[in-house]
């Protein structure tokens, strides 16, 4: 059984932007800001650096190896089959885990609001729920997928649009006369705080890589490389106008207390006498946004392993389940059973730990490679191979760094 290629530039850049944008911006918004305070805009920009540094090796890698499952080809090839095996549980526990950690923020961004009386035990069988929805969809195809995909993604960016011009609106002293003041204040962040803020940025930014996840049903491969800036350059643009928007209306203290941000910037800002309608709907919205950020989360992971099943003989041994079926109902086994690990917060840490990892063996990876072509390219000096790579160098050095801090700090925060 083969994927069907159905996929347009605009799908994928439709597909990295659902990927990258849902749970960070509407739950772990607060869980960033409670920790970065006044420098969240900084831990932003400085993993928005990061994540182009990685999508242009992304882009090299897939150019190179041209197979959806480019992250182990490239680790395999370069750093040895150890290194490379690994790399294969990694990539694929990374995909689901990080699609846990938005269902079970998603959960508590439902059970948040005053109508569920005993939510630990409804957030269980919500977050049951929602993966098992998941799953349909995605075993339903890639057509079903890709309308979901679009339709709540286009929803996700006229909600985002309309904070930053209300937003704008406000700051230029246009706005609603309820807008508040308290974008002034000095709250003394948590030890590490900025530390922390920074790494759970990262899980901000992931998901660029289901573009190249998803390559096995793109129309034209050449649209791969196009479509990950694409994801990359306008999330870095959104959450940093999106984050200032929400500190300077709700404040650190507000901003960093609800599971809702966005929601209650809505209420703050909102100028028309059907506010309290526009703050549900986005409310409703923000759900949707989520779901669709861990569905596609989780849609990259089968691909991946679909992928691995199909093509690779590590696991050959497993080849009479050839199927997406198999691949699905595996992940499903999964992720409910991480999804009984109610703390968004510890997975996302989890999920950082991982794919710190990864971005490390890939980016040493692309450094081997230029190495090579280094090698039989006999004038080029070791100085000027150190100058060209300074960005891909200087990134291996902070994402140790980060790893370092993930282990000293722990994953309870």
Known sequence: MSLRRELTRGDLI??????????????????????????????????????????YVYIKLYEKYKTETVEYDAIRDNM????????????????????????VALTKYITHNGYFI???????????????????INYRGITISKIV??????????????????????????????????????????????????????????????????????KNVRDT???????????SIIYIFVIGTVLYVLGIQQASTTYHPLSLVYEKMNMCSNGYTITKLSYIIGGFVMFNTAFISLLGGTRFLYGLVKHKPIVRHISRYQTPDAVILTTFILAIGLSLVQNEVILAILTNFTVIIILLLLNISYLRIQWKKKQQEMKITTLSYICKNSLFIVSIIVFIFLFVKIIQIGFVV
């Open 225 to 235: 490389g196009k479509a990950t800036m694409a994801s990359i350059g306008i999330t």
């Open 14 to 55: 439709m597909l990295g932007l659902g990927n990258i944008i849902g749970a960070g911006i509407f739950v772990m918004t607060s869980k960033l800001i409670f920790y970065g305070g006044s420098n969240t805009i900084f831990a932003i920009i400085i993993v928005s650096v990061l994540s182009i540094i990685m999508g």
């Open 80 to 103: 040895g089959n150890l290194l490379g095996k690994l790399s294969l549980f990694l990539i694929y526990f990374y995909a689901i885990v990080s699609c846990v950690t938005i269902t």
């Open 118 to 136: 005993n939510s630990q035990q409804w957030d269980k069988i919500i977050a049951i729920g929602l993966i098992t929805i998941m799953c349909f």
């Open 149 to 218: 995909a679009n339709t709540i993604g286009g929803s996700m960016l006229i909600m985002l649009v309309g904070i930053i011009l209300l937003g704008i609106i406000n700051y230029l002293g246009y706005g609603s006369q309820y807008t508040t003041t308290t974008h002034t204040e000095f709250i003394q962040s948590p030890k590490n705080g900025f530390i922390i803020a920074t790494i759970l940025s990262i899980f901000l930014f992931n998901g660029y890589d289901i573009i190249v996840k998803m390559s096995a049903e793109t």
